[in-house]
């Protein structure tokens, strides 16, 4: 059966070309390495360094872009994904036109965070988009010149997707953030303890900027015509044509636990040498907690030395990441959801949205599995990415265990898991 | 990146700035860009914008892609409507 598949090697497969992919691969490359980066996005970058139409990249992202293409011994595979592990040391890959059996010596997991999309009244209706989706969006060439917009959850995201947004000719009318003013201004506060970060501090003057505010509702027949907020005790509603909301970021750790590496609360359990549970893995960057991009650069170097067995390099970045760390900790502190939060949504509010499984039909249910068998949630196209975050926030329930294909396939790859593999949902 | 793309999205040419996302044309094509309508028949568009949701997923040139993750390509066949 899977003959007809290519049979790749590489010393190091950095799965993700992110800050923290890309720092791997850049530390991993003058070993002489043979190193391959695979990342499902178009180009290299990740969500905070996306390239297209709509984005203006920073001299940071330029600078580490250039020093992948420098490395003759470094192979970047866009618009590539991680169907499964078919055996230990091997990766099965997709891309547009073909699958790939990749056998890999080290693996150094950088695979981001997604945003946690909570559900509320109106949130399936076209024109509502996560806050970090609304940014990718306007970078990938989605026109937003002139719509008005309505930006909520929580979290700095809400503010670089404004100015994203407000780049591109939107009008952005309000944006809601939950966490308390108190909160954000101690946020605020701290910023200057970190190089680069106090100038962020002056964003969170935006005069549309509102603290202990969350979204209510979108109301529109087919699209969206306009956002009701709660605001400290009253609400107001808002007419608008589109609304940008996320309440944070989960860490993408489905590949990681799929190959048995071990977790801890924030994400995939790393040591001091970025290595995971398992031999010869390695996790850096947001799947392993979220802390932006200069955590990230750090990780992925220290991963990537090690994984070519510099350690003596990879310890001299130590203080660096040693002082990201103490950046996200302060941002997990600052942006806490409150539990406000899980009443947004309404009896009728679709929670799983691939399948429309209403919230009604999921509160008697005793966990996953049995909103999973008796009420489909979870079993559509996104494999429960989007519910299964949201159903953890609202009712505490495990995430589902990630299950082979990771994301929906051709027949034709599925020929790469060879006999025996385990292809149900 | 400077020029632009046409592609065909359900019979329609759409004239996009080059290296933008099928998602980006949707969107251009008209309304807040639907892609597809859901198992209870409501239409839908792209929601995540970096390929987890699948909200945005469509046949382009046949094959099932997120149009989120996809960049429009001169002559690109794209069809909503799941």
């Known amino acids: 059966m899977t003959s007809d598949i290519a049979l790749e090697h590489c010393d190091v497969l950095v799965i993700g070309a992110g800050p923290a992919g890309m720092a791997a691969a850049v530390a991993a490359a003058p070993s002489g390495a043979s190193i391959v980066v695979i990342d499902d996005n178009p180009a290299p970058g990740g969500q905070i360094w996306r390239d297209g139409p709509g984005a203006k990249l920073p001299p940071a992202a330029r600078k580490w872009r250039d020093a992948l293409e420098r490395h003759a011994n470094i192979r970047v595979r866009s618009g590539t994904r991680v169907v499964a592990v078919p055996s230990p040391g091997e990766l099965l890959l997709e891309d547009a036109e073909r699958a790939t059996r990749m056998r890999w010596g080290k693996l150094i997991l950088c695979t981001g965070a997604r945003e946690l999309l909570l559900p509320f009244p109106g949130w399936t209706l076209p024109g509502v988009t996560g806050a970090g989706g609304l940014q990718a969006l306007v970078k990938a060439g989605m026109p937003v010149e002139g719509e008005r917009i309505v930006i909520a959850g929580s979290g700095p995201l809400l503010l670089a997707a404004a100015a994203t947004a407000r780049a591109a000719g939107a009008k952005v009318l309000r944006i809601a953030e939950q966490a308390s003013f108190a909160s954000v201004a101690r946020f605020g506060a701290s910023l200057a303890r970190w190089p680069g970060k106090a100038a962020q501090a002056v964003t969170l003057a935006d005069p549309q900027y509102r603290t202990s505010s969350c979204i209510v509702s979108a109301q529109g027949a087919t699209q969206v015509e306009s956002a009701r907020l709660r605001q400290g005790g009253s609400e107001v509603e808002i007419a608008c044509d589109r609304i940008a909301c996320g309440f944070g970021l989960v860490p993408n750790t489905q590949l990681g636990r799929l190959l048995g590496c071990a977790l801890v609360a924030a994400g995939l359990r790393v040591d001091a040498l970025q290595a995971t549970s398992i031999a010869g893995v390695y996790a850096a960057g947001e799947c392993t907690g979220f802390g932006g991009s200069e955590r990230a650069l750090a990780q992925g170097t220290i991963a990537g030395h090690a994984a070519v067995g510099n350690e003596h390099a990879a310890k001299a970045q130590e203080g660096e990441r040693a002082r990201w760390d103490a950046f996200a900790a302060q941002l997990h502190r600052s942006f806490a959801l409150a539990p406000g939060i899980k009443a947004m949504p309404q009896p009728d509010t679709l929670v799983c949205r691939c399948e429309d499984v209403p919230f009604s039909a999921l509160q008697g249910c005793t966990g996953w599995a049995d909103a999973k068998l008796h009420r489909r949630c979870g079993m559509g196209a996104c494999q429960g990415r989007v519910c299964g975050d949201a159903a953890q926030f609202l009712f505490g329930w495990t995430p589902p265990a990630p299950r082979p294909p990771l994301s929906p396939v051709r027949i034709a790859t599925l020929a790469g898991l060879g006999d025996g593999a385990d292809t149900r949902q | ?82």
């Open chain 2, 1 to 82: 990146m400077n020029g632009h793309t046409l592609l065909n999205i359900d019979g329609h040419l759409v004239r996009v700035k080059a290296g933008s996302s099928v998602a980006a044309a949707l969107r251009v094509a008209g309304g807040m860009g639907v892609a597809r309508t859901s198992v209870t028949g409501q239409p839908r568009a792209p929601f995540c914008g970096m390929g987890v949701c699948q909200e945005c997923r469509v046949l382009i040139d046949g094959r099932r892609r997120l149009a989120c993750q996809t960049v429009c390509t001169e002559g690109m066949r794209v069809e909503t409507a799941e």
